[in-house]
């Protein structure tokens, strides 16, 4: 069974720079889109970036354009959010997900995608 693990949050003053990591476990025989999301206190769910399964789309919400980088490493079923010049906004869990329905198009819809990982806290300080 795959599960997606998410490592690399934490603490961090404004300004600063954290890289988020997912690594799947166990199988993976399909190719899935990744997506990262971020849910802050009192505040849904909301899309931050998504890559499909080549890297050659990459899609990104406006409120972390130009800041946050998205990449993955197919032979490491691992996927990084590099995310630059971090803002006390930026503050929530951060999970990744994974999309077995299409491995081309990339979905900013959490319904879409079929596997979530457990989060990791990003906290900015001000």
């Known amino acids: 069974q795959v599960q997606l693990v998410e490592s690399g949050g934490g603490l961090v003053q404004a300004g600063g720079s954290l890289r988020l990591s997912c690594s799947a476990s166990?199988?993976?025989?399909?190719?899935?889109?990744m997506g990262w999301f971020r849910q802050a206190p009192g505040k849904e769910r909301e899309f931050v970036a998504g890559i499909n399964w080549s890297g050659s789309r990459t899609y990104f919400a406006d409120s972390v354009k130009g800041r946050f980088t998205i990449s993955r490493d197919n032979a490491k079923n691992t996927g990084y959010l590099q995310m630059n010049s971090l803002k006390p906004e930026d503050t929530a869990v951060y999970y990744c997900?994974?999309?077995?329905?299409?491995?081309?198009?990339?979905?900013?819809?959490?319904?879409?995608?079929?596997?979530w990982g457990q989060g990791t806290q990003v906290t900015v300080s001000s």
């Open positions: 997900a994974a999309d077995f329905g299409s491995d081309y198009i990339v979905s900013r819809s959490a319904p879409t995608y079929d596997l």
């Open positions: 166990g199988r993976t025989f399909r190719r899935y889109g």
